[in-house]
């Protein structure tokens, strides 16, 4: 069984930055592939970006690309968000996920709140 901790995420003003980390344990088949997805309030669940084990392949929603960043420390077993010209519609919980292959996200984490304010 996978566990994932997230840590990061808090408030931040229209145009600033923040980072999420999500630290991964059990198999390590079961975290082959890892990304984030966010779910505002009152709305479906999204996949914002995810990476290859490698970390070669990454893939983000239209939304995020060019100002979220997706890394991943395959020897700390931890996957990075690094975000950055927030916007308030930003604002969500933001959950780390992962699985044994891209787009097969199956263990989630707990989600931490990112608040972007105007």
């Known amino acids: 069984q996978v566990q994932l901790v997230e840590s990061g995420g808090g408030l931040v003003q229209a145009g600033g930055s923040l980072s999420l980390a999500c630290a991964a344990s059990?198999?390590?088949?079961?975290?082959?592939?890892m990304a984030w997805f966010r779910q505002a309030a009152g709305k479906e669940r999204e996949l914002v970006a995810q990476?290859?084990?490698?970390?070669?392949?990454?893939v983000y929603a239209d939304s995020v690309r060019g100002r979220f960043t997706i890394a991943r420390d395959s020897a700390k077993n931890t996957v990075y968000l690094q975000m950055n010209s927030l916007k308030t519609e930003d604002t969500a919980v933001y959950f780390c996920?992962?699985?044994?292959?891209?787009?097969?996200?199956?263990?989630w984490g707990q989600g931490t709140q990112v608040t972007v304010s105007s």
């Open positions: 990476i290859s084990w490698s970390g070669r392949t990454t």
């Open positions: 059990g198999r390590a088949g079961d975290y082959y592939a």
């Open positions: 996920a992962s699985g044994n292959a891209m787009n097969a996200f199956a263990s």
